[in-house]
């Protein structure tokens, strides 16, 4: 976004003659304008902006503390979004928090790709916590994240199920088992000390990570502190001392709960109905008009008083593997039929009428250069491009575009790791309109 300031601002268009689904501009018939710049505004007009009767409700809301997006919508709201408040006199969102995307394979998932996974069996299959659970913990902020079924469905067995699941209901389970379901503030030992010293650790990093933006790191850090609490439990053998020393028992009992009501709370808003069924287990009431979390930080005396139930997550039954259809080749006569050239850029230029296209005079060694335009004025000025070699499909037929430009063929581009689109181009520098071999 600095670089596209550096280069210098255009004027921005608004509205068309061309395209229907959009907003009549007033008093012209022949022109519409633009949905994107009207749904920037509904972040405020949504909240009361401009509504005397909702004023104190926009006050609340706006400016906000954190505006989220994906990376591919960064101009809108890094720059136009902007302007647009500037323009209004309005105070601009504090900070902006920009995500990758979430893929399925090497693509995007999107619906015009038709590799989007439909929220309505993920909720239905999984349930809306165990589904958030794993967005927020596999979706790295500033990274693109995979997402498949076979993983959702191992972190749910693992993390889930195992890790934070079975620790309650073993520890439950045992209480009950020993007609132990009250139990009282005990003083803590040496084992249990630590392992407070070590949730107060979790704390200030999940604060810490939170504040960042980096929920998946704030996450590894509960996951972190509850093995902690699994190998305390494991290697204490409760079920042991309940035979041999009775307070060592409530001790280590004690220490899990305090454990398992801090995990809960800072899961809370990331698996609200699940933890929620967890303080119900434990006794615990969690509300939103005290200090959960700083309740945590307080050197553990609580009494817990429990309950029986199910597990609290169940491990999903593995999917039938998805058999992926046979690729569809083509013969080497049908790669024969695409005409490909080098050819060098000798003139490159802005489109007014256009945010994303680029116009290309090339050079292909043909007694006329052509008129080629290019979609990645996102990744390119047109400085850039003058001089540069690079490989054309010169056998299309002209199309012409924007009413007025005549393209002439097509100029062959690839995406980076950072999703910029990047020409193909040859070793050295070869004789313009050199076929492909």
Request: aromatic letters at 10%.
């Amino acid at each position: 976004m600095v670089n596209f300031v550096k280069g210098g601002f255009q004027d921005l268009i608004f509205s068309s003659t061309n395209i229907k689904w959009c907003v009549q501009f007033p008093n012209d018939d022949q022109h519409v304008t633009y949905v994107w710049a009207d749904a920037l505004n509904n972040y405020i007009t949504a909240i009361g902006y401009a509504q005397e009767h909702r004023a104190d409700e926009f006050k609340k809301w706006w400016p906000a503390d954190m505006q989220v997006m994906g990376k591919d919508i960064l101009r809108f709201h890094a720059i136009y979004w902007p302007a647009f408040l500037m323009a209004s006199e309005l105070p601009l969102p504090k900070q902006l928090l920009v995500h990758g995307w979430i893929k399925m394979g090497d693509h995007k998932m999107s619906k015009s790709r038709g590799n989007a996974v439909d929220p309505k069996e993920l909720l239905k299959n999984y349930g809306a916590d165990a589904v958030r659970y794993y967005l927020v913990k596999q979706l790295a902020i500033t990274h693109d994240g995979q997402f498949t079924i076979p993983d959702l469905e191992q972190k749910i067995s693992t993390d889930l199920a195992n890790d934070l699941g079975n620790l309650l209901q073993r520890a439950v389970s045992l209480a009950v088992k020993q007609d132990a379901l009250t139990i009282p503030a005990v003083a803590l030992g040496d084992a249990e000390q630590a392992l407070f010293e070590a949730s107060l650790e979790m704390l200030r990093n999940f604060e810490d990570e939170m504040e960042r933006g980096f929920y998946h790191v704030a996450l590894n850090h509960v996951w972190k502190f509850l093995n902690q609490v699994n190998a305390y439990f494991h290697n204490k053998e409760p079920w042991k001392l309940a035979k041999s020393d009775k307070d060592s028992f409530m001790g280590v009992l004690s220490a899990t709960f305090h454990s398992l009501k801090t995990v809960g709370i800072v899961l809370w808003p990331v698996m609200p109905q699940k933890m929620e069924e967890l303080f119900n287990r434990i006794g615990y009431t969690l509300t939103l008009d005290q200090d959960n979390v700083g309740q945590c930080k307080v050197l553990w005396n609580s009494p817990f008083t429990l309950k029986e139930g199910a597990a609290l997550f169940e491990k999903p039954e593995p999917k039938e593997a998805i058999v992926q259809p046979e690729p569809e080749y083509i013969k080497i006569d049908d790669v024969a039929k695409v005409d490909l050239k080098v050819g060098t850029i000798t003139k490159c230029e802005l489109i007014e009428e256009s945010e994303k296209l680029l116009k290309l005079e090339v050079d292909l060694g043909e007694s006329e250069p052509r008129c080629i335009l290019a979609g990645v004025r996102a990744s390119y000025n047109p400085e850039d491009l003058i001089g540069k070699q690079g490989v054309f499909v010169t056998n299309l037929k002209p199309r012409t575009m924007l009413k007025k430009y005549v393209s002439q063929g097509m100029m062959l581009f690839v995406k980076d790791s950072d999703d910029k689109m990047v020409f193909v181009t040859t070793e050295k520098e070869v004789p313009k309109g050199n076929k492909l071999q």
